[in-house]
């Protein structure tokens, strides 16, 4: 059998070609005790940005620099939660919280296809692009008195501001996600022989899972930001309907339960949101930052 030197100048026998490499290793597998540690951290820091606000809150309360006692402390804020909540204001909670959830869905299930449209197709792209930057830059308090006269003053009304805030922020996120696909990946499915349809839902479909998560999120922001002018048409009901009814009477304090509990809500929901997002788009690799 014939041999070959190597360059230590021992011989070995010539077994031939070496074998072709492997696939690259992937990056490791990020998770175990150290993802649990970075959001434990990131949990506390959360937790002190809301702890000083409180405190900055209280000290310019108690430094009355807001004059004539404009400016409850955050205890009594909070009593008027926890008294609230057990005299109908849990309810209040419940009915906004559904109202944004049911439009805020209609809204989003509603944009999709248009931003599928937009992003896919350039001609629908260029008519009516313009039309979406145009309606997007309302803003959803300008519409009430035309939706009262439209709609009148029932739940549908509402509704109808909840869905409009939330359809075109959405529609604006889709149609960008779907747009920046890189073309090699449609390409590749293409020279693999897929046709247009299996493009769209094998390719586009699941790229665009992550925006419209994004966007679920956006629009969900939109809505309970949205929630009090939705609830400016005849609303006996609902946080907004607290808010208007306790300035009214100069209730400051449940003014400020009613916005508090209002970015509760919100966060809580975005929260249950992006809990989702990490396990639909576990394939997205969002880095370590």
């Known amino acids: 059998m014939p041999e070959v030197v190597i360059a230590s100048g021992r011989q070995r026998p010539d077994t ?10 992937g990056p490791a597998k990020r998770g175990g005790p150290r993802r649990g540690l970075a959001r434990l951290r990131g949990g506390l820091l959360g937790l002190a940005g809301f702890l000083g606000l409180v405190l900055v809150w209280q000290i310019t309360a108690a430094a009355e620099v807001v004059g004539n006692g404009l400016l409850p402390t955050p205890g009594t804020v909070f009593e008027v939660i926890w008294t609230g909540l057990g005299n109908g204001l849990a309810n209040d909670v419940l009915i906004s919280s559904r109202r944004v959830v049911v439009w805020v869905s209609v809204g989003i299930a509603a944009a999709v296809p248009v931003g599928f449209l937009l992003g896919w197709f350039p001609i629908a792209r260029a008519a009516l692009n313009p039309l979406v930057n145009f309606f997007r830059a309302l803003p959803p308090i300008a519409l009430v008195p035309l939706v009262i006269v439209y709609f009148g003053i029932g739940e549908l009304a509402r509704g109808i501001i909840l869905m409009y805030a939330a359809f075109f922020a959405t529609v604006v996120i889709v149609f960008e996600g779907i747009a920046g696909i890189e073309d090699k990946y449609v390409r590749a499915a293409q020279t693999l022989g897929a046709n247009r349809i299996e493009v769209l839902t094998r390719v586009v479909l699941p790229f665009s899972v992550p925006h419209i998560l994004t966007a679920a999120r956006v ?7 949205s ?20 300035g009214n009477f100069l209730d400051i304090p449940r003014v400020y339960a009613g916005i508090i509990l209002i970015g509760l809500c919100a966060l809580v929901m975005d929260a249950v949101l992006r809990f989702i997002s990490v396990r639909l788009v576990r394939w997205q690799d969002r880095g370590t930052r």
């Open 219 to 225: 629009s969900l922001g939109i809505g309970w930001a």
């Open 227 to 246: 929630l009090v002018a939705a609830e400016l048409v005849a609303a006996q009901d609902g946080l907004g309907a607290v808010i208007q009814n306790a």
């Open 16 to 25: 031939g070609p070496p074998p072709p490499p492997g696939p690259p290793a």
